[in-house]
């Protein structure tokens, strides 16, 4: 659901809002605080007379409720002026047929039973949400889950919970709270404020959020981070397909089937795997989504993992081997390889895989034998090991090329292959040349790790990089007539195989290579 808060300063601007709202919105905020000069009354009935299917909620907050809710959270720094015109608007909306009122907790039990019975004497039509809102940091998830229950002790229709997100791992606690919720079959609202927390807001109604906030136009959140409601149409419709996807309601249960899966990184903003994975995983039909997370602190992202609805995650520079240390297993493959790409998430209990290897072996067996034939690898970082472990594996000859002498040799000291430096690779003689090393990706799409005239030497001439798709070095290789293999075939092989970790079913390949691709040429034209 997506409500937009109506917070125009005075009655007749609110209604011209609330004109536009409801053509667009599940539901109405009516924010008493704000509209100066508002008349509940005259702002319910325009609404309902333009829609009866969007949901009114009204409140009137307190800047002090919110500034002292941390340390205080009953009874927290009001006036009896202010109690008592809260009181009266709450009351009011009550009488009148709100479909919801929101009262923060820091109101105090006795005040929020005080409601609730009136809501009982007036036919109980109106439902009540008990909130909770940190304008300066997000409390860990223990203190989280504490003020949780104390919401939902006293029985609300939804419990909301809003804090300020300093960094990008406030989000997780926050986020963590919806699965949590809704196993204790409790409606929740759970979002962070600020630049910071946007990414909550993206991706709270996947995990099942009751409603999210959007603006009606830019430039007028009721709360920072707020995206205007074209955004948020426009990004839900990106997520989830044409058709918007409703959760289903908390009671029936069924909220633990949302599966979400996020990648792991630092910087992860060009990453194109959201778009590759969610075209996956909605073309299988499966509830949930894929998220990037830019990640500073590992262990709390883990923690995150291991805490909400993630089915998965990918991880990516520069993680894959820091990672490690914080699962509950490891795949041979993974611990032979030293780097982890995927985490399947089995209960809270993550395993670590390695799925970059098997993306490589998928696309080099497409063009060609393995076994037998002989690769120079250039490069010896993380996706040379996963390499030179898929060629052993597959009976194929490894021949390890490096810049760095040292970072070479123990690479192929750890596979038993021969070592050169990169000045004497003309020296070698092969069936294909793989390029691991990040020369050639873009922006810097003039260069290559290789002289052109080594390439003459190889049949096949393979590049990891897909961002061009293809690269200077490959351009070189196909002048002297070597077969190219282009690194977009292994972005999606190890793609399509996280895919099949996390959920046991054989993606469409053919579209996630598809989607890439679009994205890449629309990059290109513009
Ligand atoms: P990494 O662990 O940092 O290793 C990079 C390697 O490249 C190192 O051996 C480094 O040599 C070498 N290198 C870096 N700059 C160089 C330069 N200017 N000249 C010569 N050698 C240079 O990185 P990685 O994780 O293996 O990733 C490497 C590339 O693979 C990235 O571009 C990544 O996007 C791509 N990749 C693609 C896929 C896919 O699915 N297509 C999957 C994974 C990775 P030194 O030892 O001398 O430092």
Known sequence: MICIPITAISNKEALDDIERSCRIADAIELRMDLIADGTLAELITAARCRSNKVAIIVTRREKEEAARADENLAGGGKTKDQKDKKFAVLKQAIELGADYIDIELACGVEAIEELKSHCARRGGSTKIIISYHNFQRTPSLTRLKGIFHQCRELKPAVVKIVTYARRPEDNLPVLNLIPYARKHLQEIIALCMGDQGRISR????????????????????????????????????????????????????????????????????????????????????????????????????????????????????????????????????????????????SNGRLTGANTDWLGLIIALRQAMRIEGMKFVIVGAGGTARAAAYGIMKEGGFPVIVNRTTENGKLLAVKFNCPFYALE???????????????????????????????????????DVIYHPLETKMLQNAGKRGCHLLTGLDMFVHQGAEQIKLWTGREPNRALMKKVVISSLHRELSL
């Open 202 to 345: 993206l991706m709270a109604p996947s995990l099942g959020n009751f409603l999210g906030f959007a603006t009606l136009s830019p430039g007028t959140p009721s709360a920072p981070g707020q995206l205007t409601v074209t955004e948020t149409m426009q990004i839900n419709k990106l997520i989830n397909g044409a058709e918007p996807k409703q959760n289903p309601p908390v009671l029936s249960g069924e909220g633990s089937q949302l599966r979400n899966y996020i990648l792991l990184g630092n910087p992860v903003g060009q990453s194109l795997s959201p778009l590759m994975h969610n075209a996956a995983l909605n073309d299988l039909g499966i509830a949930g989504n894929y998220n990037a997370f830019c990640v500073s602190d590992l262990a709390a992202a883990l923690q995150g993992v291991r805490g909400m609805n993630i089915g998965g995650a990918s991880v990516t520079i520069p993680f894959k081997s820091a990672v490690m240390e914080y699962l509950d297993d490891i795949t041979d493959d993974a611990l032979n390889i030293g780097a982890v790409n995927t985490i399947i998430n």
């Open 424 to 462: 004497e690779i003309g020296k070698i003689e092969a069936d294909c040349l793989i390029n691991t090393t990040p020369v050639g990706m873009y922006p810097h799409i003039d260069e290559s790790p290789v002289d052109s005239a080594v390439l003459a030497g190889y049949k096949y001439v393979m």
